[in-house]
């Protein structure tokens, strides 16, 4: 599978090798791994009167950034970890909209589709707010 980027080539490998390096120093330091594939984003407004879109991630996915050389380009792995919702933006829409985004199901029942629909379902009283799934 590939995925899309607006980076070309040469940039993209430059900042995924200064993402490789970064990931690889803390979780050397402090035992966590800080790499996930973000699919589907939430776009939000703080009030209904905000000009300014907010976008916030709403799946993620652990991942490990891997190259067989350094001449090789890097491709991303799947880490044998649960896929989890973005507990923040959870806590967030929760606390100040009183909205309660749905729970991932188990790893063999996850349809990311039908999770996107989920959320729609769950923010279709907010005007403007929509699930971009295929971002």
Same mark, same amino acid.
């Given at each position: 599978?590939?995925? %899309?980027? $607006?980076?070309?080539?040469?940039?993209? %490998?430059? $900042?995924?090798?200064?993402?490789? +390096?970064?990931? /690889?120093? +803390?979780?050397? @330091?402090?035992?966590?791994?800080?790499?996930?594939?973000?699919?589907?984003?939430?776009?939000? +407004?703080?009030?209904?009167?905000?000009? *300014?879109?907010? +976008? !916030?991630?709403?799946?993620?996915?652990?991942?490990?950034? @891997? $190259?067989?050389?350094?001449?090789?380009?890097?491709?991303?792995?799947?880490?044998?970890?649960?896929?989890?919702?973005?507990?923040?933006? /959870? !806590?967030?829409? *929760?606390?100040?909209?009183?909205?309660?985004?749905?729970?991932?199901?188990?790893?063999?029942?996850?349809?990311? !589709?039908?999770?996107?629909? !989920?959320?729609?379902?769950?923010?279709?009283? /907010?005007?403007?707010? @929509?699930?971009?799934?295929?971002?």
């Amino acid at each position: 599978m590939r995925l %899309q980027t $607006r980076l070309n080539s040469e940039r993209l %490998q430059t $900042r995924l090798l200064a993402m490789y +390096y970064d990931a /690889q120093t +803390y979780e050397q @330091e402090q035992g966590v791994s800080i790499l996930y594939l973000a699919l589907g984003f939430l776009k939000w +407004y703080e009030s209904p009167t905000s000009d *300014k879109a907010r +976008y !916030a991630p709403l799946l993620l996915v652990p991942v490990d950034l @891997e $190259r067989p050389s350094a001449a090789s380009r890097f491709q991303l792995r799947y880490r044998d970890e649960d896929v989890t919702t973005n507990l923040s933006l /959870q !806590a967030k829409l *929760k606390g100040e909209f009183g909205i309660g985004l749905p729970d991932i199901p188990e790893m063999e029942e996850i349809s990311p !589709a039908a999770y996107f629909n !989920a959320v729609a379902q769950a923010v279709n009283e /907010q005007p403007r707010w @929509e699930v971009l799934s295929d971002d």
